[in-house]
């Protein structure tokens, strides 16, 4: 079991928030919408609020039931239960389809295990390691990425992996657990907070550091100091960032 579990979000424009938490006495569940490029047609009648929601949704049911299900099997149960829930009405097939990135972490027995599926990242104090997806970060050609290539390389093999329609993205995740014993404490974050990382020269150590000693709420408060005074190094100013962190029992 987690001692304590705080979280902040913040959109990062005037939309509404795509980022999700939702957390147990023994697991966290982070997922960050992907917002779909300007004019471009979904095949959904659904927002992506909506399926981080029922994602969310299905994969709490999961954990909270307690029963130790592997987390790949469990998000795959919410990716296939998700997409029943609007098969009838939205071209699932189509490759712009509202996704997500994940990420799960379960404190149980004497370890901790976790799920990382896309740009969401988990990071354990006081080693300061950390666990990130960085698949989308190689694709060819360098960035910026061509929408038509990003559209062509998304869940297929050799390219990168979300949650969205197919089932069998859940086993492309980053998956592995670590001895609790060795553990103080687990972030977890969404992409709009590894920016303090991937773009403003931050370790994950000062990050964890940050959240442990002055919360969530402060991190993401120090990416948007940075995102307003150095700028962003590619695309929108701001993100939605969401920080989380769990406190192990007996720290």
């Known amino acids: 079991m987690f001692a304590e579990i705080t979280y902040a979000t913040r959109p990062g424009s005037e939309r509404p928030n795509e980022d999700l938490v939702i957390a147990g006495p023994s697991w966290i569940v982070v997922l960050d919408g992907a917002t779909a490029a300007p004019g471009v047609d979904a095949g959904c009648a659904h927002d992506v609020r909506w399926l981080v929601g029922r994602l969310g949704g299905a994969l709490a049911a999961g954990l909270a039931g ?44 004497g370890r901790v295990e976790y799920l990382v599926l896309g740009d969401c990242s988990v990071a354990f104090s006081p080693a300061g390691t950390a666990v990130s997806d960085d698949r989308l970060e190689c694709l060819p050609g360098g960035r910026p990425y061509p929408l038509e290539l990003v559209r062509r390389m998304r869940n297929v093999p050799g390219g990168f992996w979300v949650a969205a ?36 020269g931050w370790t994950w150590g000062s990050v964890l550091t940050e959240l442990e000693g002055r919360g969530p709420e402060a991190v993401i408060g120090a990416v948007r100091d940075l995102e307003v005074a150095r700028g962003p190094v590619r695309g929108k100013r701001h993100d939605d960032a969401t920080a989380v962190w769990g406190r192990l029992g007996g720290t």
Do not use: K, M
């Open 165 to 200: 329609a197919r089932p069998e993205a859940a086993r492309q995740g980053v998956t592995g657990e670590v001895d609790a014993g060795g553990v103080r404490g687990v972030g977890v974050f969404t992409d709009g907070v590894a920016r303090l990382v991937d773009w403003y």
């Open 66 to 109: 307690g029963d130790g299900t592997p987390l790949a099997d469990l998000l795959e149960a919410a990716i296939t239960d998700t997409a029943a829930a609007h098969a009838g009405t939205c071209d699932l097939g189509n490759p712009d389809s509202p996704s997500a990135t994940v990420a799960l972490v379960r404190h149980t027995g």
